[in-house]
């Protein structure tokens, strides 16, 4: 189990409403807004809460905009100094955003960019290199925000993120086409991938609204799979920039809810958080191949956590998540730091379409029936990584040798017409 302590503790009680959160190594940036000091105010005013322990204690930073209209949206931390936050501010039903940069740990801000358009993401490779995304257009900096260029990027499907990795390299995600866009020279040309669910008829079933991007080609997609008028998370792992993707959860037997938030991929412990799920969590041991359901226990008889804004793992492998506690009242949020205890995790086996293969478990050989003359049934690792492959011939029916294979548990996946869709596990043990 994961125990937690309710963040009022740590926070004390200036604040209320925490919006975002995010973690890089031991720095864990989240925002809020102060406890109204004036019976007419109804929100109070937005502030950066910093902690430089993984969570063990936090220090105020002042934006330095006393304007209850202005909330923040999004956090991109470059570093130990470099903290970049996108805010919005409604007044008389008009909205304008903002992106705001600090150079210096977050004592000081300035506006580097301000529009009418709401950006879907932001994201900074360096200091100086980023890029802002609003659906319909991009643009990116080499300044850290001073000066802004509009890249030769259209596409009906418009991109729900974006991710930096370089002045001239970056990845982005469209949650409409449920798709990675990848470009090497700054968006002058670019290249799509497949979808995450390649079947059309199977894909309307799926909604994969955001991806957590790590170092490289990995990428983590997240959201909700629909059966009737139920909703059950799941996820999706690719390493190869969407070539190929790899259904890493798909539980439709735990609960009902969506996937809202994923800590850094780039490290061998992520956990995930499940909106609608009451006090549970999902935890990955191994860079997110696999996934277990855990549950929450908290000194707080009074919390249940119904909603999570942002999660991370610290290098203590401590949990570290902002939470909002909707029900029962009154409404409460809070920053919570939890351990993991291994103990106590529930195994979680995902449901599979049956995979046609025979025998599986294997030992030498597995022969595969009831597929596609001349479509491509391909082997990865628990890597991602191609292992084998080969094309059904004429009857139908393929059959495998997996002799050389390291024993262990594999997917498989089948490409017919450039569509790629995963078929199912294969576990090859010992003769």
């Known amino acids: 189990m994961c125990t937690i302590t309710h963040g009022e503790h740590v926070a004390g009680n200036m604040f209320w409403g925490y919006e975002e959160l995010t973690c890089k190594k031991n720095i864990c940036v989240a925002t809020a807004r102060t406890v109204p000091d004036n019976s007419t105010i ?21 934006i330095g905009i006393s304007d209850t209209n202005f909330g923040i949206s999004r956090i991109d931390v470059v570093d130990s100094l470099n903290i970049f936050v996108e805010g919005v501010r409604l007044y008389n039903g008009n909205r304008s955003f903002s992106l ?23 994201s900074f490779s360096t200091k100086l290199n980023g890029i802002i995304n609003l659906w319909d257009s991009l643009a990116i900096t080499s300044d850290g925000g001073d000066h802004w260029t509009a890249v030769p990027f259209a596409n009906p499907e418009g991109l729900s993120q974006c991710q930096a990795y370089s002045a001239n390299r970056y990845l982005g995600f469209s949650s409409n086409a449920e798709r990675l866009y990848k470009t090497e020279d700054a968006w002058s040309t670019f290249d799509s991938t497949n979808p995450i669910v390649s079947d059309p008829r199977r894909s309307l079933l799926y909604l994969y609204a955001s991806c957590q991007f790590g170092s490289g080609d990995t990428v983590l997609a997240y959201g909700s799979h629909e059966i009737g008028t139920s909703l059950f998370p799941c996820m999706a792992r690719t390493i190869d920039g969407g070539q190929h993707w790899t259904t890493v959860f798909d539980d439709t037997m735990d609960g009902n809810g969506s996937i809202d938030a994923i800590s850094d991929v780039d490290r061998d412990t992520i956990v995930a958080a499940v909106g609608a799920w009451t ?92 597929s596609v003359p001349g479509e491509t049934i391909i082997v990865l690792d628990l890597l991602g990584r191609e292992v084998l492959r080969s094309i059904v011939p004429e009857s139908g029916i393929l059959r495998l040798d997996v002799s050389d294979l390291v024993r262990g ?23």
């Not at 937005?46 to 930073?61: C, N």
């Not at 600090?102 to 580097?112: E, H, I, K, L």
């Not at 860079?287 to 203590?316: M, Q, R, V, Y």
């Not at 017919?416 to 010992?430: D, I, K, N, Y």
């Open 279 to 370: 006090n549970k969590t999902l935890w990955s041991m191994d860079n997110g191949i696999t996934w277990e359901i855990d549950t929450l226990t908290s000194n707080d008889t009074g919390f249940l956590e119904n909603e999570c804004s942002g999660i991370g793992i610290n290098p203590a492998g401590e949990i570290v998540a902002s939470i909002n506690d909707y029900y029962p009242a009154p409404f409460r949020t809070g920053l919570i730091l939890g351990r993991h205890a291994l103990s106590s995790v529930k195994s979680n086996t995902m449901v599979h379409d049956a995979l046609p293969l025979f025998p599986n478990p294997a030992t030498l050989s597995v022969s595969l029936s009831n």
């Open 42 to 62: 109804e929100l109070g005013f937005p502030a950066i809460l910093r902690s430089d322990d993984g969570g063990q204690t936090w220090e105020t930073k002042d």
């Open 409 to 431: 548990t594999y997917t498989v996946i089948s490409e017919h017409h450039g569509a790629f869709e995963e078929m199912g596990r294969m576990v090859l043990q010992s003769p």
């Open 100 to 122: 705001l940069r600090s150079t210096d740990g977050g004592t000081s801000w300035q506006r580097v960019w301000s529009g009418s358009s709401m950006p879907s993401s932001i």
